[in-house]
């Protein structure tokens, strides 16, 4: 098992931990969490062995293998599956030998390679890539020829490639996608080893993970239970506090006037009921996040058309060609829409053209005149000016949108403490900010705008659970209409009432929850194997005749060893007697008398010599006796 005794780490003079004691037994699935710089990376480098706790001890089984996500890619021309290979470093070691091994020597390898299940190994790295993302013709791409992304995620396939006792994965998810996400999900809960996972995930968290190791003023604490139930036992005594309670009434208070609203239109039942379930799910988890440092709302929109964005029979793609066509989509107030399908059919295309980033190749749009979007994409991150602070930039975007009415320079401050951005953090140069830094200053400009059409294109990636919590609060109460993408289960369940999937070149409603899409994914996931499954040839069961065939070949490949071994015990006992005959002259005192110096310094060289001899057959015996012993093991 892993034991940290009084563990203390400390980065420069923060300490990050103190006099930490937990044990995690072999076979536990474990969510790290904590708020960000708490050092849940920081004590993954400390069970890698890359950084060295302060104090106390940490325990590790030496024979443990370890396994975790590289976070760069190199440059190789090798293939995504070869590249994935070799998180197989047991695989990797015999096909290498098998290249150049002759006669005997190629029989045992070929052995050893059935024990390991070596012949199913490029099935198993192509079932990885496929799982995560990859198509057929792409795993044989060379890894040069995929995006930084793309490559995160064949980090990941060869770190699950690995046969590990111990799995540690920072954020996983990060660079999936829905499909990929559920795909993993189920893998890690058939993992048999140690899993130590990071994840600001709460779906994924809940779905894989047993316990959770939470780390909080540089304390430690492991719980039983998945992160809902962990929850569960921080939020009741986080409720103990007056001000805690006070706080999840008002944001309650704030989601029921919408439930009410909801309620008078007969039209809206649907909305209704996805808000009640909210509320539902905020009675169990608000208090968990009582003590964030996010607490914002979005605007109400300026204007609020009765449509704002009708789309009809629209054909969208790159040059010619065609990625979704005859696309179909109305946009209402308080519309909320949730863009799902596998990776590559077009989901992110398909909110391009809605940002007007991308024109359609046929068909036609309307837009209402007071149609104000808020887009937000990862590659908005970048379009930050980094030498800016956050202040800089939001007086900015409010000198362009408020000529006439300027907002004071406190309320500007205030507005972006709700995002977490606080004291000297305002008005220092965004280029060292962290990703998730970045990820909240872009919502708090996208909010600022006040838009009344919302289309956010994965827009958790960074976020932690706190923003996370607070991003899917805020959006409950949001007015206008809004598409998401996101891998984010929590988000879409909490925010979204329709979903609609892309795929095959189509956009269509999806009939059914995110529950149901998940088993339409599994199902999928099966049919694939399935087909892969019938490509393979049949391995026939062995006759007893054909058995005892096969044991006597293996048998005759055992007599080299046989052999060996008796040659070896020879040579011992050759050695022995000789090393033996040799101690009796240097014990007799007369060897050391001045007349004998020659024969003293003659019989010591021998003597070292023949030492040397022992050492080296010992050596070989216990390597031949062990290969001997793991041989007759597979008879």
């Known amino acids: 098992m892993i034991v940290l005794s009084d563990v203390t780490l400390r980065r420069g003079s923060q300490k990050l931990l103190s006099d930490v004691s937990i044990s995690i037994h072999p076979g536990y699935k474990v969510g790290l969490t904590g708020a960000n710089g708490t050092g849940k990376s920081s004590l993954f480098a400390m069970l890698r062995g890359e950084l060295g706790q302060d104090e106390g001890e940490l325990s590790i089984p ?31 070691k015999l096909h290498k030998e098998l290249e150049t091994a002759e006669g005997e020597h190629l029989g045992e390898l070929h052995a050893q390679l059935d024990a390991i299940d070596g012949y199913t190994t490029e099935s198993r790295a192509a079932t990885l890539l496929h799982g995560l993302g990859f198509s057929n013709e792409q795993i044989n791409n060379p890894v040069d020829s995929f995006s930084g992304g793309w490559r995160m995620r064949l980090n990941l396939a060869q770190a699950l490639m690995c046969r590990s006792d111990l799995l540690l994965l920072d954020e996983p998810t990060n660079h999936l996608d829905l499909d990929a996400v559920i795909w993993l999900q189920d893998w890690l809960i058939k993992y048999a080893g140690t899993l130590i996972l990071i994840s600001h995930d709460r779906e994924f968290l809940d779905a894989v993970v047993k316990h959770i190791a ?98 009809v029979d629209a054909s969208i793609g790159y040059g010619d060609t065609i990625i979704v066509s005859d696309v179909k989509l109305q946009f209402m107030p308080a519309q909320r829409i949730g863009l799902i399908g596998p990776n590559g059919a077009g989901k992110s295309t398909l909110i391009k053209y809605l940002a007007g980033e991308l024109q359609s190749q046929t068909g036609e749009s309307w837009q209402a005149q007071d149609l104000k979007i808020g887009y937000f994409a990862q590659h908005q991150l970048e379009q930050l000016d980094l030498d800016l602070s956050a202040l800089e930039q939001l007086r900015a975007l409010d000198d362009s949108i408020n000529t006439n009415n300027k907002a004071r320079e406190q309320d500007l401050r205030n507005y972006l403490g709700s995002f977490g951005f606080q004291g000297e953090r305002v008005d220092e140069p965004v280029k060292p900010f962290s990703g998730g830094e970045k990820a909240r200053l872009v919502l708090a400009l996208l909010v600022y705008q006040k838009p009344n059409l919302l289309l956010l294109d994965e827009p958790t990636n960074h976020l932690d659970l706190q923003m996370r919590h607070a991003l899917s609060v805020a959006l409950q109460g949001f007015e206008g209409a809004m598409v998401i993408v996101s891998h984010d289960r929590h988000l879409l369940k909490t925010v979204t009432d329709e979903l609609i999937i892309v795929h095959d070149g189509k956009a269509e409603a999806f009939d059914g929850d995110l529950d149901d899409y998940a088993l339409f994914i599994k199902e999928a996931f099966k049919k694939d194997e399935a087909l892969n499954n019938a490509e393979k040839p049949v391995v026939k069961d062995l006759s007893k005749k054909e058995q005892r065939q096969l044991d006597a070949e293996r048998r005759k490949q055992l007599q080299p060893l046989s052999s060996k071994l008796k040659k070896l015990e020879k040579q011992l006992d050759e050695l022995t007697e000789k090393s033996d005959l040799l101690e009796k002259v240097l014990a007799d005192p007369d060897i050391y008398l001045e007349q004998n110096k020659e024969k003293l310094k003659k019989t010591l060289l021998v003597k070292s010599d023949a030492d040397k001899a022992l050492q080296t057959v010992e050596s070989d015996w216990m390597d031949i006796s062990e290969e001997y012993e793991t041989a007759m093991q597979g008879l």
């Open 62 to 92: 030496p024979n443990w293998v370890m396994a975790h996500v590289a976070q760069e890619t190199p440059s190789s021309k090798v293939t995504a599956l070869a590249y994935v290979l070799e998180g197989d470093q047991e695989f990797v």
């Open 214 to 311: 939470h780390i909080e003023h540089a304390k430690l604490t492991l719980y039983t239970g998945n992160y809902t139930a962990f929850e569960k036992i921080r939020a009741e005594r986080l409720a103990q506090q007056q001000s805690a309670y006070e706080k999840q009434q008002r944001e309650r208070a704030h989601m029921q006037k919408y439930v009410d609203r909801f309620r008078a239109q007969a039209t809206k039942a649907k909305q209704a009921q996805s808000r009640l379930k909210a509320l539902e799910r905020m009675e169990e988890i608000s208090a968990a996040a009582v003590d964030s440092p996010f607490s914002f709302r979005f605007f109400e929109p300026e204007k609020l058309p009765e449509r704002l964005l009708n789309i």
